[in-house]
């Protein structure tokens, strides 16, 4: 049995802080919005929990701006 602390790292480096996220459903880019990311061709907004993305089409609204 093994227990693991998952913790957000907030340092402001990050490597990755340029790279875009990317719809899961058309793979086109996603644009950021106050509290979700926006699918302009999937027509959906992924929430974000806690500063996580979850990009998953189970949890995406069916929107339109």
């Known amino acids: 049995t093994a227990c693991y602390k998952i913790s957000k790292n ?3 480096t990050s490597k990755n802080k340029n790279i875009p996220f ?3 459903i058309t793979k086109s880019e996603l644009e950021m919005m ?3 990311f926006y699918s ?3 027509k959906r ?3 974000i929990f806690d500063g996580i993305p979850v990009l ?3 949890y995406s609204i069916i929107i339109t701006r």
């Open 10 to 12: 907030n340092a402001s």
């Open 22 to 24: 990317v719809c899961p």
């Open 34 to 36: 106050d509290n979700h």
């Open 40 to 42: 302009e061709k999937a």
């Open 45 to 47: 907004a992924f929430p």
């Open 56 to 58: 998953d089409e189970e």
